[in-house]
């Protein structure tokens, strides 16, 4: 299901960036200005009909650095915690399109409509902030809260948003759903 103010592309941003810092590893993929555009190179911010802005049409510093990691916490606090506190995660949400400028548009291109939320500011962390947090809050909108959530594996704290019909996902990827399977078959059977 898919809703006019979400793309999956969106969405997926919002999980990979969430994603950059993996706390069970105790490792962080933000850490430094160049992973910073290597992020924003390969989630390309542009919506239907625009050309994908590059890292590198703007010098980033240590300050969208700052913001693009603030911002992570904002987006990985949505996605923990809007299966268990709802009203939580909107207020994560709201405050953080406030704090981005958000501001939704009606566009039009090839005969298709679609609502782009954007900021009013140059800042690259704010434009993140809208195409992210509007994504989240419309998979919410349509799907509900609980499509967003924390991998159950026991060793993972990956998030992911649960896109399927069905709703039924537990686990980031299919791996951890595996490695789950095969520990409770071999605690059912007695083995290590």
Not at 46 to 75: I, K, M, N, Q, Y
Not at 158 to 185: E, F, I, P, W
Request: aromatic share 4%; glycine share 6%.
């Amino acid at each position: 299901m898919q809703d006019a103010c979400h793309s999956s592309s969106a969405v997926e941003t919002a999980v990979d960036l969430a994603n950059t810092l993996m706390p069970i590893k105790g490792e962080d993929a933000l850490e430094t200005i160049e992973q910073l555009r290597h992020f924003l190179d390969d989630h390309p911010l542009a919506g239907p009909g625009e050309p994908p802005s590059s890292a590198a049409d703007r010098r980033l510093t240590d300050a969208d650095l700052a913001e693009v990691r603030a911002l992570r916490e904002t987006v990985r606090g949505v996605l923990e915690r809007a299966g268990t506190d709802a009203v939580g995660a909107a207020a994560l949400l709201n405050d953080g399109l406030r704090g981005a400028h958000a501001t939704p548009a009606l566009r039009h291109d090839h005969d298709r409509w679609w609502i782009e939320v954007t900021s009013d500011t140059d800042r690259r962390a704010a434009h993140l902030a809208a195409t992210t947090l509007s994504a989240l809050a419309s998979v919410i909108a349509t799907l509900g809260p609980t499509r967003l959530g924390v991998c159950s594996g026991p060793r993972c704290r990956a998030t992911y948003v649960d896109l399927s019909r069905n709703g039924s996902k537990q686990y980031c990827t299919r791996t951890c759903a595996h490695r789950a399977s095969v520990a409770a078959y071999r605690s059912r059977h007695g083995r290590r």
